[in-house]
């Protein structure tokens, strides 16, 4: 954003550059000093001032400050849709955020459930209540509701990632 902004702000310059250059120019020039001819010595001034006016350079001028102008108006509207991404390449991070939180809150919420069922399941077995299938499905839902939990965490990190500033440094 920051390339496009200073891209817009010279092609703004050099159109008032441009126009600048068709507009009349008053000058002055003087010289002083002195120059000798034999033993003599004679004292030397000359001065000058100048009037330029442009009269006619057949539109060239006014054509190249609207080139500039043209440019200027490219790179506003390219900083625009850039800026317009930008919010909304946020907006989209800052709900998949929401999304991964709310997504981790019930991921710990199921890895609690999950803890609380295998612990019951391998007392059940202890005690000779209940069969050892139960004790292994309870521990792959565990894995499961850890895999989850995981996932959740990854995926909030990504959010942030994408809502934290890039600062270039030169």
Known sequence: LS??????????????????????????????????????VFPVYKAGVTLSVPLWDGGARSAQ????????RALDARLK??????????????????SAAEELKLGEALLATAELMLSEAEEHYKAGSDTLERVLNAQRSLVAARREVLSAQLETARARLELTPIRIQP
């Open 3 to 40: 390339a496009l902004k200073e891209q817009r702000r010279a092609a703004l310059s050099a159109e008032r550059a441009t126009a600048r250059a068709a507009a009349p120019v008053l000058d002055a020039a003087a010289e002083v000093g002195v120059q000798g001819q034999d033993t003599r």
């Open 65 to 72: 400050a609207g080139v500039h102008r043209a440019e200027a």
């Open 81 to 98: 849709a850039s800026e317009q991404k930008l919010r909304a390449s946020r907006a989209a991070a800052r709900s998949r955020l929401a």
